[in-house]
């Protein structure tokens, strides 16, 4: 099973990528953990990435290519995978297609989150993630029990570099010019399906896990 899950900054790909991931048993694979994965460990690719990533820009596609097929290709990856943040250009989604191809692999299903603009600002200017598992909060809509801890693993709670308003503004604009259109592109080539992406948590992943079956997944 190969998911893409497509969608705006803020939309809530990497909670909905997991909670698919998790259901199938299939590996979860972000993009953009990968990068900041790549900072921690201090790797030339993490600090390569650092510039574009804390001004809202896109890293360029060699990069990510290489990144992302060298993950595609480990173990945990083989029964199937989620991706969440990857294709974001054209470049990309064609760079996999042509390597799938190669393997006599194809995505089953593409998934598009459909948030609005206002509320992509209001999430991503109160978001916290954990330093550790990833997992996102809200200062005012879903606030930790305790302040700066994580209630899944006690990790410490952090506002990523990007979340500042000037760079969501960025990467909202970013998102509108190289990224939406791989909402046609999917669509174009069959396997698309799009969810509204604005209710609760549950909500968007109970309509996510009902694609499943609609794709023939
Ligand atoms: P994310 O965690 O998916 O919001 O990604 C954070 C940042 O990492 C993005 O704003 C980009 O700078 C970079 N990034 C993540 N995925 C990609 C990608 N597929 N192509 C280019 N840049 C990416």
């Not at 809202?56 to 290489?66: A, E, H, K, Q, T």
């Not at 390597?99 to 299903?109: A, C, F, N, V, Y």
């Not at 916290?128 to 809509?141: F, G, I, K, M, T």
Request: hydrophobic fraction near 35%.
């Amino acid at each position: 099973m190969r998911i893409i899950i497509l969608g705006p900054p803020g939309a809530g790909k990497g909670t909905q990528a997991k909670v698919v991931a998790d259901s199938l048993g299939i590996a979860h694979i972000a993009s953009g953990d990968l990068l900041r994965d790549h900072q921690e460990r201090g790797t030339k690719l993490g600090s390569m990435a650092r510039s574009y990533m804390q001004q809202g820009l896109l890293v360029p596609d060699d990069v990510i290519i290489g990144m992302i097929e060298e993950r595609l290709h480990s173990s945990d990856a083989q029964r199937g995978y989620v991706l969440d943040g990857f294709p974001r250009t054209l470049e990309q989604a064609r760079a996999l297609d042509k390597t799938m191809e190669k393997e006599g692999q194809r995505i089953d299903l593409a998934v598009n989150i459909r948030v609005s603009e206002k509320e992509l600002i209001r999430r991503l200017g109160g978001r916290l993630v954990c330093r550790r598992c990833q997992r996102p909060y809200h200062e005012v809509s879903s606030p930790p029990r305790k302040r700066g801890v994580c209630d899944e693993c006690g990790g410490e709670l952090y506002q990523r570099e990007d979340d500042t308003s000037e760079a969501v503004r960025r990467r909202i604009q970013v998102y509108a010019k190289q990224t939406a259109p791989l909402i046609q592109y999917y669509y174009e080539r069959g396997g698309l399906v799009e969810i509204d992406g604005e209710g609760s948590i549950d909500e968007v992943r109970d309509s996510l896990l009902k694609t499943m079956p609609k794709a023939g997944v």
